[in-house]
């Protein structure tokens, strides 16, 4: 990318935070305020909290989250394969043949070692 | 090459607005509106009707109504990342549209595409502002410091990651075919009714629809809003405007995958009579109209079932598939 475009994406960025902040400033203006320490209690469906609200979750969100790590690293290395392949012949084709089959022997791994079941 | 800087940096700010109001206007209001007189009939009955004439200026009426609220912030919530969440959702549905060419000028001879920036990266680009919408919905249900929200939110973003990957296979076989990553160039590549990448890269194609719905967490993957489960999972919390903003933003990424969807496989803004832009968008509005149509016919899967989904029958199958694409090209092409 050159560095305009960096300058068009910051600016999205920019002008879009400033957009979106607008509605919560008119909100801010326009609403009525009152602070309640019950408006302000946790929703629980209508009880009082019970228990720390930061709970202990399962480690297999973890395990989806660094699979979904390696085989997004392999989906980068696919992308400037994609469109140089045609150029490269044959053996650029066979390459990346060999290189996904060995990821996916590794996503098969996954599967068998119950590393993808539940969440 | 000479860059006119104050010139560059007025017309991304002025585009920067055209974009966001097309977008609230558009995908949030009309957009929501869409859904819910589609959904009416899908269902046998009418959906709004009082409001405006036919129900038009519904969603009007509701943002007027959501500008008034007030603005709780849960006692226990950590302030800052709570506030700030809706914002990243809301940037990160605008950013897409950077790549979105809405269709082509003839200005005395040569033709100027209709689109922000032309970036030669541009599908990944687009692939990565859609990823930054996990980080939002992460900060939302954790930052809320409430058990529901932070289920909801680990729950959607495992979703969201675990679809990210079929949606890149399927971005990636239409790359290898059209030989760029350039949105203009994607279009540009597809000639005529069967020359459109929806009949050549018919399995990316559905791999792109059924990604995409679960990106932008539509029934049926809506499990981590799922109203009967989770009571509204990372926007438990949300009240008023920012609820909106959250809204709008998921609004927003739907358009955009459905624009995507149109550029990369719909043959973007080709057509035989009307301008570019007439073709377009109604284009664009097939895939929308077909989106909701999934959303009111089918239940709701589970998250094991979701994760399955992606992991274990889409991703294999969009790798498969770009073997067997660069099979065909490489051997099979002249």
Redesign the interface.
């Known amino acids: 990318m050159l560095l305009v475009d960096w300058l068009y994406v910051g600016i999205f960025v920019i002008v879009g935070a400033i957009m979106a902040a607008l509605p919560l400033g008119i909100v801010w203006v326009l609403s009525p305020r009152l602070a309640l320490p019950q408006k302000r209690m946790t929703y629980e469906s209508g009880v009082v909290p019970f228990g720390q609200a930061w709970a202990q979750f399962n480690v297999r969100y973890y395990l989806f989250g660094l699979i979904f790590v390696i085989f997004d690293v392999e989906v980068i290395y696919l992308y400037p394969w994609a469109i140089v392949f045609r150029q490269l012949g044959k053996f650029a084709f066979v390459e990346m043949l060999i290189f996904l089959v060995i990821l996916m022997i590794g996503l098969a791994y996954a599967w068998r070692k119950g590393a993808l079941e539940w969440a | 090459?000479e860059?006119n800087?104050p010139i560059?940096?007025a017309r991304?700010?002025g585009?920067?607005?055209t974009?966001?109001?097309f977008l609230?206007v558009v995908a949030a209001m009309l957009g929501v509106l869409l859904e819910r007189k589609i959904g009416g009939w899908i269902q046998s009955r009418l959906g709004p009707k009082h409001v405006g004439r036919q129900g038009l200026l519904q969603t009007v009426a509701d943002t007027i109504k959501?500008?008034?609220?007030?603005?709780?912030?849960?006692?226990?919530?950590d302030a800052v990342i709570f506030n700030s969440a809706?914002?990243i959702v809301?940037?990160a549905g605008?950013?897409d549209w950077?790549v979105i060419p809405f269709g082509v000028v003839h200005i005395g001879g040569t033709a100027i595409p209709l689109v922000?920036?032309d970036?030669?990266?541009g599908v990944?680009?687009f692939a990565a502002m859609a990823s930054l919408t996990v980080v939002g919905i992460l900060a939302g249900g954790?930052a809320?410091?409430?058990?529901?929200s932070?289920?909801g939110g680990?729950?959607s973003?495992?979703q969201m990651?675990?679809y990210?990957?079929p949606l890149?296979?399927a971005l990636?076989?239409v790359?290898?075919q059209a030989?760029?990553?350039s949105t203009v160039g994607i279009v540009k590549a597809q000639d005529g009714w069967f020359g459109s990448f929806a009949f050549s890269q018919f399995p990316a194609f559905v791999i792109f629809l059924i990604a995409a719905t679960a990106e932008v967490n539509r029934v049926p993957f809506d499990l981590p809003e799922a109203e009967s489960e989770l009571?509204a999972g990372y926007f438990?919390?949300y009240t008023?405007?920012?609820f909106?903003?959250f809204q709008?933003g998921e609004y927003a990424e739907m358009f955009a995958m459905a624009a995507l969807a149109t550029t990369l496989f719909l043959g973007g803004w080709k057509g035989p009579v009307l301008p570019g832009l007439v073709w377009f968008l109604i284009k664009m509005y097939a895939v929308v109209f077909f989106l909701m149509w999934t959303r009111w016919t089918f239940p709701r899967l589970r998250?094991?079932q979701l994760?399955?989904l992606s992991?274990?029958v889409l991703?294999?199958a969009g790798?498969i598939w770009?073997?067997l694409t660069?099979?065909a090209?490489?051997?099979l092409a002249k």
Request: net charge positive.
């Open positions: 090459m860059v800087w560059e940096i991304a700010v585009l920067a607005v974009v966001f109001t609230a959501l500008l008034q609220k007030e603005h709780i912030t849960p006692q226990a919530a809706p914002l809301a940037v605008l950013l950077i922000v920036r970036l030669n990266i990944l680009f954790f809320s410091n409430n058990k529901y932070l289920l680990l729950r973003a495992s990651i675990s990210e990957l890149a296979t990636i076989a790359a290898m030989g760029t990553l009571v438990s919390e008023g405007m920012r909106a903003l709008l998250l094991d994760l399955n992991w274990k991703l294999p790798l770009i073997l660069g099979f090209i490489t051997f």
